[in-house]
């Protein structure tokens, strides 16, 4: 079965550390852009990060720069979201999409532009 699967998400206090996976089964993420969102109850989704297929350059939005960092291992499949000092307000639905767009294009794509999204994870920060 062809998907992107999204771990990792909980309940973690504000200041508070979590890692957010996205495996892919089925395909491989090598020749994929991967970026991650995140959309809270009555927002829109939002962009957050996303990493290159081949040399690695990310983008990362600058409402988490400095606190979220995309990394991705090829050899596991798998793409990694590193979120610290979390706060309140980064409480949402994570999700990860998967890609053949370039990394300074993917963002500019509507939702049913993607090629592969994750069904996504619950991220809770609160006291």
């Known amino acids: 079965q062809v998907q992107l699967v999204e771990s990792g998400g909980g309940l973690v206090q504000p200041g508070g550390s979590l890692r957010l996976s996205c495996a892919a089964s089925?395909?491989?993420?090598?020749?994929?852009?991967i970026g991650w969102f995140r959309q809270a109850p009555g927002k829109e989704r939002e962009g957050l990060s996303c990493?290159?297929?081949?040399?690695?350059?990310?983008y990362v939005e600058d409402s988490v720069k400095g606190r979220f960092t995309i990394s991705r291992d090829n050899a596991k499949n798998t793409v990694y979201l590193q979120m610290n000092s979390l706060k309140p307000e980064d409480t949402a639905v994570y999700y990860c999409?998967?890609?053949?767009?370039?990394?300074?294009?993917?963002?500019?794509?509507?939702?049913?532009?993607?090629?592969?999204w994750g069904q996504g994870t619950q991220v809770t920060v609160s006291s």
């Open positions: 990493i290159s297929s081949d040399d690695g350059s990310a």
């Open positions: 089925g395909f491989t993420l090598d020749d994929y852009t």
């Open positions: 999409a998967a890609d053949r767009s370039s990394w300074y294009q993917f963002f500019l794509l509507d939702r049913d532009e993607y090629e592969y």
